[in-house]
């Protein structure tokens, strides 16, 4: 399975941006994804995922309210809707997929997922 992540970009504070992930190589109905980030000089940190079914989903606390994961099943794509942007959301954002059925719970665990993207950046100034 192969991912691209795309739709990166600049952004000014309170802005919104929509990221995607793209599955290539795999039934995508059958992998879970989930976004991740890592801002510069800081760890890899969960920011949200959706079940494979797509009627789950799971955002970190940071991002609820704020960002909204979604999935395609027909364009084998992942969205990431950003909005209210602020600058500690700056970082380089990865999209990753698990096979199997994984407990919504345990889905900010990044050494549960099987495949990863490149990433995209996200700049948010203020």
């Known amino acids: 399975v192969q991912l691209q992540a795309s739709g990166g970009g600049l952004v000014q504070a309170g802005g919104s941006l929509r990221l995607s992930c793209a599955a290539s190589?795999?039934?995508?109905?059958?992998?879970?994804v989930g976004w991740f980030r890592q801002a510069s000089g800081k760890e890899r940190e969960f920011v949200a995922a959706v079940r494979w079914n797509g009627h789950s989903t799971y955002s970190s606390n940071s991002v609820k309210g704020r960002f909204a994961i979604s999935r395609d099943i027909a364009k084998n794509t992942v969205h990431l809707q950003m909005n209210s942007l602020k600058p500690e959301d700056t970082a380089i954002y990865y999209c990753?997929?698990?096979?199997?059925?994984?407990?919504?719970?345990?889905?900010?665990?990044?050494?549960?997922?099987?495949?990863w993207g490149q990433g995209t950046l996200v700049t948010v100034s203020s």
């Open positions: 190589g795999g039934t995508f109905s059958r992998l879970s």
């Open positions: 990753a997929a698990q096979t199997g059925n994984p407990i919504l719970s345990t889905m900010w665990l990044d050494d549960k997922y099987h495949y």
